[in-house]
């Protein structure tokens, strides 16, 4: 569409949801550049969105087709913009991403609503921009300030960036108006500036991308684009033209690369995942007041989230004093975001004043969704859904926090068994994105959409699970964990395995986090199936003897690892490997090296094995979401797609093969997951997405 406001000719970006500028808006926007340059009664154009987005970037879902690449390309419809004889002023609401931005930069001048946010989040998807951004950025922000934008991926708000040459005007109203003044000023003016044509201080950049490399953290190093956005940054010391081909060059490499391809998945798998399959779906209920019972650690968690979305919220405890305690740890949550300048006071007051503590059973009556977050005990549990059922009003929707308990257990001690769910949340439950919910046999789908969506406006992702013992990710979990205490049997120390995982990209090794976590935890449930587990089955007591030795995590100072002086830095101890080699011999295990490949293949496959095994008993409705789960919760690396979208990229006879290692290694009791089966349907599933 385009509008005419006395001799400016507003061109307005129309591809909704978020003008992601597909090969369509691309022919369109350069036809309408074309026309306002030959019309005589056009002195300039405005290019212009919709409330939501200018534009949200390049178009995800034509990467890696034909329409990508087909003329005008972004490239090649920005410089069109860059040699427009007219003027072409960027009027930005909403986000300005990627693409967007660049198209933005092209331009000879640009106006943004103070609220709008702007960024280049190319690094989250395995990419750097590739149509100037980090040529033109560095030129109008300053290098710095463009280098921790294109390394965060972050937006800042067009207030935080007014002051830059970025923006000619950030105002509060009136965009249109003011972008189309700017057209006429210019009009009028003898030249026009252009990002390209900025001088440069080549040794503020050398020095500030060195700077930056140096800082550089092991995660980032894994993956090519960070190295790749610095060579790039770099060369804005050059010409520009020669600057461009730079970028260019090095996008293109990153392009195929397979942790592009994994993050590209991964960004559809996570909005899918958030969505029910179509016949779950149904009405949702309507959730304004929020009951949360325990105030502990999670239960004041989950409640900060919920203040932070706009909820009210009453926290429940058992006493004065426990209730206490858990306010005052809500009271010093937002007193160290405003410390930090995270926060505004005001922002922080509001959100408190919505938070209401209370002893009384009797409070529930008002709650539409209760979260029952009380000790990980099936007793216990079941004796508040007990009482639940006679303060919650009918229709509330009764939610647990367990993370591994059953459902239908926990449902079945009260009268209304349709409306309790599963919503697992992880520690720390104000940080963390993942939500598992979790279906029992009787959930309404009313109430398993509503906890869906209830989850969306925390801003979490969650991921739907049925019933089942640790559900999607501490079953996943358990059967990696469980075959990296195999391979400390078979030869290799904790930090052996704990590096290699490191190295292969995982935010911790399985050892580190059984310490942070605390030994105990599960020392006490492993007791508890004692009388259950099958004795043919291959069992690893190496944790039983660090616990029976006091040995209980990173709390007391000693687990896996000894933990000098309470300090975080953790050192490798002789009486653990004691207590290895022990086990080893007993089992009549002869040690040998293991290799940090195989290490790294052998827990990856046991935790693509158990995925497959779980989606072919439909506990996970689909391999992206298992992959979600993984990265979001368990610190699998994001840019290596997921355990699923791992193995199903692997070579299918290398993977049978080492599948049928797995299954000698793991002994009594193995199942064999299906995955020439799944390959089919992750590649449709890809291949729907792209369509
Ligand atoms: N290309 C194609 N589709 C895009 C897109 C893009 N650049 N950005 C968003 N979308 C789609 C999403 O896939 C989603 O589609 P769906 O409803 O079919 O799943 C829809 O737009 C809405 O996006 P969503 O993320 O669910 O909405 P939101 O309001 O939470 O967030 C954005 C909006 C724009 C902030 C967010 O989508 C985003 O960050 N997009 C990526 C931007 C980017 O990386 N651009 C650079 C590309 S190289």
Redesign the pocket.
């Known amino acids: 569409m385009i509008d005419m406001r006395d001799g400016v000719a507003v061109v307005y970006l129309n591809n909704p ?2 003008n ?1 500028l597909g090969h369509l808006l691309r022919s369109f926007l350069a036809q309408a550049i074309d026309a306002a340059e030959n019309d005589d009664t056009v002195c300039g154009i405005v290019l212009a969105g919709s409330k ?2 200018f534009s ?6 034509e990467f890696g087709t034909t329409l990508q690449l087909a003329e005008p390309m972004l490239r090649t419809l920005i410089a069109r913009v860059e040699s427009c004889r007219k003027p072409v002023v960027a009027a930005i609401e909403g ?1 300005a ?4 931005l660049e198209l933005a930069m092209a331009c000879h001048g640009r106006v943004a609503l103070a609220s709008s946010r702007l960024g280049l ?2 690094i ?2 395995g ?1 750097i921009p590739g149509s100037g951004g980090t040529q033109r950025l560095p030129r109008l922000t300053g290098v710095k300030v463009a280098l921790a934008m294109m390394l965060s991926g972050q937006t800042k708000t067009a207030h935080e960036l007014a002051g830059t040459s970025l923006l000619d005007h950030v105002v509060e109203s009136s965009l249109l108006e003011v972008a189309a003044n700017l057209v006429r000023k210019l009009a009028s003016s003898s030249s026009l500036s252009l990002a390209a044509t900025q001088p440069v201080d080549a040794a503020q950049v050398i020095a500030a991308v060195e700077q930056e490399r140096a800082r550089l953290n092991t995660r980032q190093m894994l993956q090519p684009a960070y190295a790749a956005l610095l060579d790039a940054v770099t060369a804005v010391t050059l010409p520009i033209k020669e600057g461009l081909q730079r970028e260019r060059t090095l996008f293109l490499q990153l392009l195929s690369s397979t942790a592009a391809q994994a993050l590209r998945y991964q ?2 798998a996570e ?2 995942a958030t969505r029910l399959p179509n016949s779950l779906q149904a009405q949702e209920r309507e959730i304004r007041q929020i009951a949360v019972i325990g105030a502990g650690t999670m239960g004041t968690g989950i409640a900060i989230s919920a203040l932070d979305a706009g909820f009210n919220v009453l926290l429940l405890e058992q006493s004065d004093e426990a209730l206490q305690r858990g306010l005052s740890k809500v009271v010093d949550h937002y007193a160290s975001r405003i410390a930090a300048g995270k926060e505004s006071a005001d922002r922080a007051a509001v959100r408190q004043s919505r938070l209401v503590g209370s002893t009384s059973w009797s409070r529930l009556s008002l709650a539409d969704l209760v979260i029952e977050a009380v000790f990980e005990d099936l007793e216990a549990k079941q004796e508040v859904f007990k009482r639940l059922d006679v303060y919650a009003k009918q229709g509330a929707i009764l939610a647990t926090n367990t993370s591994y308990l059953d459902i239908d257990a926990i449902a079945s001690t009260t009268s209304r068994p349709w409306d309790v769910v599963g919503m697992h949340f992880f520690s720390p439950a104000q940080v963390m994105k993942l939500l598992e919910v979790v279906r029992g046999a009787q959930t309404s789908s009313e109430v398993l959409s509503t906890a869906m969506a209830f989850g969306r406006s925390l801003k979490k992702l969650p991921v739907l699970s049925e019933n089942s013992f640790g559900f999607i990710g501490n079953r996943i979990y358990n059967a990696y964990r469980r075959q990296c205490e195999f391979m400390l049997e078979d030869g290799a120390y904790p930090e052996d395995i704990d590096q290699a995982l490191t190295a292969f990209g995982f935010a911790m090794g399985p050892f580190a986090v059984a310490d942070l976590s605390g030994l105990d935890i599960a020392w006490r449930m492993r007791q508890a199936q004692s009388a259950i587990r099958n004795p043919k089955e291959r069992y690893v007591a190496i944790l039983d003897r660090l616990c029976e030795i006091g040995r209980l995590g990173r709390k007391i100072g000693a687990g896996y690892y000894t933990y000098l002086d309470g300090k975080k830095a953790k050192t490798s101890d002789a009486k653990v490997r004691a207590v290895i080699d022990e086990a080893s011999a007993k089992r009549g295990i002869v040690r040998r090296t293991l290799l940090v490949a195989e290490i790294q293949r052998r827990a990856l496959l046991a935790m693509a094995n158990e995925a497959a095994l779980l989606l072919a008993e439909g506990v996970a409705a689909r391999p992206g979401d298992v992959d979600v789960v993984l990265v979001q919760g368990y610190g699998f690396p994001r840019w290596e797609g997921g355990p699923m979208h791992w193995a199903l990229n692997q070579d299918p006879v290398r993977l049978e093969i080492e599948l049928n290692a797995l299954a000698q290694n793991t002994g009594h009791g193995f199942v064999k997951g299906d995955f020439c089966r799944l390959g089919s349907t992750i590649n449709n599933t890809i291949q729907g997405n792209l369509n």
């Not at 949200?56 to 879902?61: E, F, L, T, V, Y």
């Not at 991403?97 to 967007?100: R, V």
């Open positions: 949801p978020v992601s939501e987005a949200a970037g390049a178009d995800i879902k986000v991403l990627g693409g967007g989040p190319e989250s998807l990419l960004f559809k909005r899918e």
